[in-house]
């Protein structure tokens, strides 16, 4: 059974970093596209940042130049946020499949597997 588990959320200062981790058991199923999304009540889940098996890396304009993605292999990867913001609360999910597709790459619907999410709060 396929399971992804986000670890690392909490509570820190506005200006400080954060890394999120995400742990996944996907038996018998090969991934290539690896990423993160995130939600704050009352708005659209936001794709945020995504790495591909070739190492390239996408990131949404509201995080970009403050986040980094990386992974270590196929079930664990990582993102860093730095100089971090009120405005980055949120619930943060990781996700993943079996490859990226460009054209969506930060559609909702262009990833099978999410973890149930980590809980981000930025206090000013």
């Known amino acids: 059974q396929a399971q992804l588990v986000e670890s690392g959320g909490g509570s820190v200062q506005a200006g400080r970093s954060l890394t999120l981790s995400c742990a996944a058991r996907l038996p018998g199923y090969d991934v290539q596209c690896w990423g993160w999304f995130r939600q704050v009540p009352g708005r659209e889940r936001e794709g945020i940042a995504i790495?591909?098996?070739?190492?390239?890396t996408y990131y949404a304009d509201s995080v970009k130049g403050r986040a980094t993605i990386s992974k270590s292999n196929a079930l664990n990867w990582y993102l860093q946020m730095n100089t971090l913001e009120p405005g980055d609360t949120a619930m943060y999910y990781c996700?993943?499949?079996?490859?990226?597709?460009?054209?969506?790459?930060?559609?909702?619907?262009?990833?099978?597997?999410w973890g149930r999410g980590t809980q981000v709060t930025v206090s000013s």
């Open positions: 790495i591909a098996n070739d190492g390239t």
């Open positions: 996700v993943a499949d079996k490859r990226c597709f460009r054209p969506m790459i930060f559609a909702r619907g262009a990833y099978n597997f």
